[in-house]
């Protein structure tokens, strides 16, 4: 597999070296790698994180915080001196991004499917000298993802929403990791010719029917009340609440997303 990289760091792209491994100090600016790095054993390497890396949890309770994942602090990261950033092309900032690349190497990760997941990880492996654990990895995801061809769904009651925003309400199109995901489990995205996250209405949503919303528990909290003050506005629609991490964390959090997945599919 080869990885997806971003003009941005095309400048960089001979970092995959060996004199490079052996030199590494990561700040990491995308929550989800954050984990797996962690997964995979790179506790002294890594010296910087955002406040939104919240797993592990002693990780965030004792790494250098560098700001948000769209609000980095150029000066912190300066300082922890790092020989490589972690980024990621949706959840980053491309100025931002340029900024810390004037000054170490950026390696720009670009994750819309599971395939493209798995390209990261095997990627990340070579960066960081850790591939044997991110072949076992890729390998154990892919057996757990078989179990998601049992989905108990046919053409008529699949389809469904899944909201990441309120005020105003904000869904995913077909080009998102989400969709992907969802659709490996075997539901269909009635929001699928859209781009990106689209915003939608309680009037649209009645029109198109899904079988199910979901609302997911980031980036906006949808919680228990969200879900009654809906089911009145969509009461023939099937509203569920649903753990976004799931769905939109790639690297090691897709070993669990099956057993999730499976656990969903006994409530519908």
């Not at 030199?23 to 790698?33: M, Q, Y």
């Not at 490996?184 to 996250?197: D, M, Q, S, T, V």
């Not at 528990?217 to 799931?246: D, W």
Request: charged share 20%.
């Amino acid at each position: 597999m080869v990885a997806k990289l971003h003009p941005l760091i095309y400048h960089n792209r001979n970092i995959v070296t060996q004199s490079f491994v052996k030199k590494l100090k990561i700040v990491c600016l995308v929550p989800s790698i954050t984990e797996l790095l962690h997964f995979i054993g790179l506790e002294i390497e890594v010296v910087g994180i955002t406040k939104f890396c919240v797993h592990p949890p002693l990780w965030y309770k004792n790494k250098t915080k560098i700001g948000g994942t769209k609000n980095i602090q150029l000066e912190k990261i300066r300082q922890l001196n790092p020989t490589l950033i972690i980024a990621n092309k949706e959840e980053n900032v491309q100025e931002q991004i340029e900024a810390v690349g004037s000054f170490t190497h950026v390696w720009l990760t670009d994750v819309s499917t599971m395939k493209d997941a798995l390209t990261m990880i095997e990627t990340l492996g070579i960066i960081t000298n850790t591939l044997p654990k991110a072949k076992l990895l890729i390998k154990e995801i892919i057996n757990n993802f078989k179990s998601l061809s049992l989905h108990p769904f046919n053409a008529t009651n699949n389809k469904f929403a899944y909201l990441i925003w309120q005020n105003p309400y904000m869904t995913i199109g077909g080009d998102t990791y989400i969709h992907n995901i969802l659709t490996l489990a075997g539901f269909e995205n009635i929001f699928k010719g859209k781009k990106r996250y689209p915003t939608t209405t309680i009037a649209e949503l009645k029109a198109v029917s899904p079988n199910y919303l979901f609302l997911s528990s980031e980036p906006f909290p949808f919680k228990e009340k969200h879900v009654q003050a809906l089911a009145k506005e969509l009461p023939n629609i099937k509203i569920i609440l649903v753990n976004g991490e799931m769905f939109s964390w790639y690297g090691s959090r897709l070993l669990e997303t099956p057993k999730y997945i499976n656990e969903m599919y006994q409530l519908l």
